[in-house]
């Protein structure tokens, strides 16, 4: 006899593990059929060099914490200076105050009228008197020493509290900008380490010739900057242009010399640089002091228009985030970036003209 029994039916828990399974294997496959495609190479080099320009802004406000901080540092331990050396001089006032106390009790103890009656000689307590009289107006002008002094010290405390808490914010400012920089760094890097490391190498040996583009003519013209040096070996066409002065060409000299040295974020040189450090330790060996970051070397030395560029001036680029030194023929020399050497670079392929400035 044939068997009628009904089938059986799968059980929920089995049901729910094939849904769950397909329910997973569309999304996948929406996914795949989503996905975003690989960036290319022209894609990647233009959100890398985003990033670099990010990590720049970082860096140069980071510089300027550090010098700050250095700065309020300094003004802070003067305060404190002044103050242990006010207290130092309180404790010496209220020490004399002490001793002026002690000689009037000595002296004063007794109320006149009856010293008077107890003295055998008038002469004798007209004199002590006197004294007294003396002793009680050094000792108001004692109590006026110290309550100045106290006022002073209170003031002096209070202005090397305020340096003390301006600089715990420009710390948390500067740490703020170190880790900005680091994660743009990293953010590049990893975008970096989608190329193959055939393209990578492309890419750097495609930047390396646009950042030639002055040339590799080797006219070093006049300007008495010379066009080579350092471990690099880059020169450049500079043209004929003269400087504007002996402190320009002097400048220009010394960077020349680091030509090949390494962009490293805060450096000042001799071996590694920023690009404000670079500027800043030039002018140095020339002589000159500017200030470290490219915020403040903006407003030093005389402003000029980009047509009076002579080699030495400043040149500074996308909003005032990157300087250079003009090196004569349209050309910088400069400290780029992460990655990169200081080089002589065509005006063109650095970013936008922001200003210039003449030291």
């Not at 106290?150 to 880790?179: H, I, M």
């Not at 890419?203 to 006049?222: F, N």
Request: hydrophobic content about 35%; glycine content about 8%; charged content about 25%.
């Amino acid at each position: 006899m044939a068997s009628h029994r009904r089938p059986k039916q799968p059980s929920r828990a089995r049901v729910t593990v094939l849904t769950a399974t397909a329910a997973a294997a569309v999304a996948l496959t929406s996914q795949a059929a989503h996905a975003d495609p690989k960036p290319t190479k022209s894609e990647v080099k233009a959100k890398v060099d985003k990033l670099y320009h990010e990590a720049e802004v970082a860096t140069e406000k980071a510089n300027g914490a550090k010098e700050q901080q250095d700065k309020l540092k300094k003004q802070a331990d003067a305060l404190q200076d002044k103050v242990a050396r006010g207290q130092d001089e309180l404790n010496t006032l209220r020490g004399e105050l002490g001793s002026l106390a002690t000689a009037q009790y000595r002296s004063g103890g007794l109320d006149p009228s009856v010293q008077l009656l107890l003295s055998s000689d008038p002469d004798s307590f007209l004199d002590q008197a006197s004294a007294l009289d003396q002793l009680t107006a050094k000792q108001a002008e004692s109590l006026q020493k110290i309550q100045a002094k106290q006022r002073t010290l209170a003031q002096q405390r209070k202005e090397a509290q305020g340096k003390l808490t301006d600089l715990a914010e420009v710390r948390e400012t500067l740490g703020k900008s170190k880790t900005k920089f680091q994660g743009k760094l990293a953010e590049a890097q990893k975008l970096l380490n989608t190329l193959t490391a055939a393209e990578r190498a492309k890419m750097a040996a495609d930047d390396e010739r646009a950042s030639r583009a002055a040339g590799e003519r080797v006219t070093l013209g006049g300007n008495g900057s010379g066009g080579s040096g350092g471990s690099g070996g880059q020169v450049a066409d500079l043209g004929n242009e003269a400087p504007a002065s002996a402190l320009g060409a002097a400048a220009l000299q010394a960077a020349s010399t680091r030509v090949g040295k390494p962009y490293v974020r805060a450096a000042t040189g001799p071996d590694s640089f920023d690009c404000s450090g670079l500027t800043q330790w030039a002018y140095a060996q020339a002589g000159a002091q500017i200030t470290r970051t490219t915020y403040t070397q903006i407003n030093q030395g005389t402003r000029i228009a980009r047509s009076q560029l002579k080699p030495g001036d400043l040149v500074f680029f996308s909003n005032t985030t990157h300087v250079g030194l003009y090196a004569g023929n349209n050309t910088v020399l400069h400290a780029p970036y992460p990655g990169t050497n200081v080089r002589y670079e065509s005006m063109s392929t650095i970013g936008s003209f922001q200003a210039a400035v003449r030291i």
